[in-house]
């Protein structure tokens, strides 16, 4: 059974940071591509990072030079630095993994972000 389960979020002040983590289980986790996503109340869920196989990352426009997603895979683990963290940065986190059939994906649950003055 696959699980990805999310940490790390919680309450920060404006310009602050915090690191969520990804726990994998199930997949072959150095095969497959990680990605953060977020969502904000009332909006859609949106890209916010990724990182391949082999370690090639993209960012959104909004994160790139604050945020770093990075992997273990000894760990199975994935992670986003978040930096300089401002008040629209304020979402849940979910991060999402490449299963092995083309367009499928597995979701975690999410962990949620809250960025105060």
């Known amino acids: 059974q696959v699980q990805l389960v999310e940490s790390g979020g919680g309450l920060v002040q404006a310009g602050g940071s915090l690191r969520l983590s990804c726990a994998t289980s199930?997949?072959?986790?150095?095969?497959?591509?990680l990605g953060w996503y977020r969502q904000a109340p009332g909006n859609q869920r949106e890209f916010v990072a990724t990182i391949t196989s082999r370690g090639s990352t993209n960012y959104a426009d909004s994160v790139k030079g604050r945020f770093t997603i990075s992997r273990d895979n000894a760990k199975n683990t994935g992670y986003l630095q978040m930096n300089s963290l401002k008040h629209e940065d304020a979402a849940v986190y979910y991060c999402?993994?490449?299963?092995?059939?083309?367009?499928?994906?597995?979701w975690g649950k999410g962990t949620m972000v809250t960025v105060s003055s």
């Open positions: 999402r993994a490449d299963s092995d059939v083309y367009g499928v994906y597995y």
């Open positions: 199930g997949i072959i986790f150095s095969l497959n591509a």
